[in-house]
Nanobody
Framework: HIQLAESGGGSVQAGGSLRLSCVASGYTSNRYYMGWFRQTPGKEREAVAGIGSENSTRYAESVKGRFTISKDNTKPTLYLQMSNLKPEDTAMYYC????????????????????WGQGTQVTVSS
């Protein structure tokens, strides 16, 4: 069973930066993919970025050029470096991961993920 634990959220002014981390426990190989999603009250959870088993990446249009997703398979830990943050980036950010033994490119489809973290809040003030 895979467990995910996010950290790194907080409050920042517009234009600032934050780095989110997600520690994954339970994997015994690097055959898995992961992603970041976010959600605000009353809205559906939306994709932010995904990273595939082979380390390909995909980003939502709204964060391209500002956010960078990366994965350290040795730990294993997922990261989201967020720069030039905007008030509209304010949301609860969730880490998501696949089952093991899934060799798959980066995906932004929420239905492709099997495990979710509890979330970490990011608040950007203008």
């Amino acid at each position: 069973h895979i467990q995910l634990a996010e950290s790194g959220g907080g409050s920042v002014q517009a234009g600032g930066s934050l780095r989110l981390s997600c520690v994954a426990s339970g994997y015994t190989s690097n055959r898995y993919y992961m992603g970041w999603f976010r959600q605000t009250p009353g809205k559906e959870r939306e994709a932010v970025a995904g990273i595939g088993s082979e380390n390909s990446t995909r980003y939502a249009e709204s964060v391209k050029g500002r956010f960078t997703i990366s994965k350290d398979n040795t730990k294993p830990t997922l990261y989201l470096q967020m720069s030039n943050l905007k008030p509209e980036d304010t949301a609860m950010y969730y880490c998501a991961a696949s089952e093991e033994d899934r060799w798959y490119p980066a995906t932004l489809n929420r239905l492709n993920y099997h495990y979710w973290g509890q979330g970490t809040q990011v608040t950007v003030s203008s």
